[in-house]
C-alpha cells in the first residue's frame, strides 16, 4: 500500500484529506506542524507528501530542508497546497519546497483525489 504524509496545522482539513486518501486505497500519516512532519521523515519512506504552506514560517524552512534531503536518498513528489493569496511567485522562490504539483486552497475533492492519483501513477 503506497504511503502518504500529510503536513496541515488545520484540524478540520487534515482530517478531510486523509478521509480521500483512505478512500482511494492509500495509507497516511498526519503531522500538523513541520516538527512533527521533520520525524516522520526521519523515520519512515513515502510515495508521497502533501503539505499545506500556511505553516509556520520556521518550521516550513527546516522542514523543506529535510525533504530535500529524503529526496536525494529515496525520490518522491511533493503536493503543496497553497491559499489563493500566495498565487504570486513558484512555490520554491517563496518556501525552499520543490512541488511537483500544487492545489489552490480552497479545492474540490475530485481534484485533489486526482493530483494525487496521478502522482503516484494510477
Known amino acids: ?3 502518504i504524509l500529510v503536513i496541515v496545522d488545520d484540524l478540520l482539513m487534515i482530517h478531510v484529506i486523509e478521509l480521500i486518501i483512505h478512500k482511494e ?8 506542524n513541520g516538527k512533527e512532519a521533520t ?24 522542514l523543506a530542508t529535510v525533504l530535500e534531503r ?8 511533493i503536493l503543496v497546497i497553497i491559499p489563493a493569496a500566495f498565487l504570486t511567485g513558484s512555490v520554491s522562490s517563496w518556501f525552499g519546497i520543490d512541488a511537483d504539483e500544487t492545489v489552490i486552497r480552497p479545492f474540490c475533492p ?13
Do not use: S
Not at 25 to 32: H, N
Not at 110 to 122: A, C, D, P, S, V
Open 110 to 122: 475530485f481534484e485533489l483525489t486526482g493530483t494525487i492519483n496521478r502522482l503516484l501513477g494510477r
Open 70 to 77: 529524503k529526496k536525494q536518498l529515496r525520490p518522491f513528489p
Open 25 to 32: 486505497g492509500y495509507d497516511a500519516d498526519l503531522a500538523y
Open 39 to 62: 520525524l516522520l521523515l526521519h523515520t519512515h519512506d513515502y510515495d508521497l507528501v502533501i503539505a499545506d504552506l500556511k505553516l509556520p514560517f520556521p518550521h516550513l524552512r527546516e
Open 1 to 3: 500500500m503506497k504511503r
